[in-house]
């Protein structure tokens, strides 16, 4: 399966202030997803990356909290702007490869804390 | 839309009994059922799946089971192990390069 990398691993950022998060694939991928992952919690998704066009986000998620683009089809990133400790959380990056017939594999994830 | 529900929450077994981890979906176009398993401080992993044209899939000591008719379907760990004590996530999807919706997950513990 393709190799997936996010950048940073973890970071910790003070209240207002905005972080990109990265996810590198090291083959191109048909879909990429972002999940957030609150402690103790199953996987929430945020949003389907599409390549070349606007997100496609879930309820409860929108566009200005979490910018994501996804210029090619092996990169993405998120934005989690304007932070508050309620964004404290792990975000990850998943893929489904071409072919892959519906079979998701995660990054490792970015751990984010919020002061 | 899609909601996964998963029972128990928690889960402690004896090594080598089994353990039992079910889930229910709502919506009847689902028909792909992904397990993850997810230790501690790591990423979700993918141990196994099923399709709906399946009703059960088998991998050494694991295996799934699934009803459509009553939207189940259930994952089976027999011989447990201590590595075995993880948290693991049940989901649904409906096709392929579609979102996949995930359950609120087990956590099992393996006492050796």
């Known amino acids: 399966s393709a190799v997936i990398s996010q950048k940073p691993s973890r970071d910790i950022c003070q209240r207002g202030t905005s972080l990109t998060i990265q996810c590198q694939v090291d083959?191109?991928?048909?879909?990429m997803f972002w999940y957030r992952q609150q402690p103790g919690q199953s996987l929430t998704l945020i949003a389907t990356?599409?390549?070349?066009?606007?997100?496609?986000?879930e309820s409860g998620f929108v566009i200005d909290k979490f910018p994501i683009s996804r210029p090619n089809l092996t990169f993405s990133t998120l934005t989690v702007s304007n932070m508050s400790p309620e964004d404290s959380s792990i975000y990850l990056c998943?893929?489904?490869?071409?072919?892959?017939?519906?079979?998701?594999?995660f990054g490792p994830g970015t751990r984010l804390t919020v002061l | 839309g899609e909601n996964v529900e998963q029972h128990p929450s928690t889960l402690s077994v004896q090594e080598g009994d089994s353990a039992v981890i079910k889930c229910t979906y709502s919506?009847?176009?689902?028909?792909?059922f992904p397990w993850y398993k997810q230790e501690l401080g790591k990423r979700p992993q993918l141990i196994i799946d099923?399709?709906?044209?399946?009703g059960e899939k088998k991998d050494q000591r694991i295996a799934v089971t699934l009803n459509k008719t009553a939207k189940h379907f259930s994952l089976h760990i027999t011989e447990t192990q201590p590595e075995d004590s993880a948290v693991y996530f049940c989901?649904?999807?409906?096709?392929?390069?579609?979102?996949?919706?995930f359950g609120p997950g087990t956590s099992l513990s393996v006492i050796p």
């Open positions: 998943s893929v489904e490869e071409v072919g892959a017939n519906n079979e998701q594999f």
């Open positions: 083959s191109q991928v048909t879909m």
């Open positions: 990356a599409n390549q070349g066009s606007e997100a496609t986000y």
């Open positions: 919506d009847s176009a689902s028909n792909y």
């Open positions: 099923i399709r709906s044209n399946v």
């Open positions: 989901a649904a999807s409906k096709t392929s390069y579609d979102k996949v919706i």
